[in-house]
Nanobody
Framework: QVKLVESGGGLVQAGGSLRLSCVRSGSIFAINSMGWYRQAPGKQRELVAS????????NYADSVKGRFTISRDNAQKAVYLEMNNLKPEDTAVYYC??????????????????WGPGTQVTVSS
């Protein structure tokens, strides 16, 4: 069973920085991509950043471009989110995500979403 665990959230003042980490455990046949999503109170969950398993392509929400950087370490089964110049509107629960497949699903082109429990990021003004 694949399990994702986030860490690194907390309370920070506007303009500060945080680094989120997500470590994966459990066996999986193939990884398509890894990413970070966030959900603020009363809002839908939104993509913050994603990276392919090879690390050759990244994608960022417009609101975080130039401030956040996603990276991964396949050997450590980890994905990171470096967040700089944080703003109060970045306050949310941040969730780690991976799109992955076991062998049978992989042969059928079916990818599943796996989620961590989330870590709270609060930015004070």
């Amino acid at each position: 069973q694949v399990k994702l665990v986030e860490s690194g959230g907390g309370l920070v003042q506007a303009g500060g920085s945080l680094r989120l980490s997500c470590v994966r455990s459990g066996s999986i046949f193939a990884i398509n991509s890894m990413g970070w999503y966030r959900q603020a109170p009363g809002k839908q969950r939104e993509l913050v950043a994603s990276i392919t398993s090879r690390g050759d392509s990244t994608n960022y929400a417009d609101s975080v471009k130039g401030r956040f950087t996603i990276s991964r370490d396949n050997a450590q089964k980890a994905v990171y989110l470096e967040m700089n110049n944080l703003k109060p509107e970045d306050t949310a629960v941040y969730y780690c995500n991976t799109k992955a497949a076991q062998f049978r699903d992989y042969t059928r082109g079916n990818w599943s979403d796996y989620w961590g429990p989330g870590t709270q990021v609060t930015v004070s003004s």
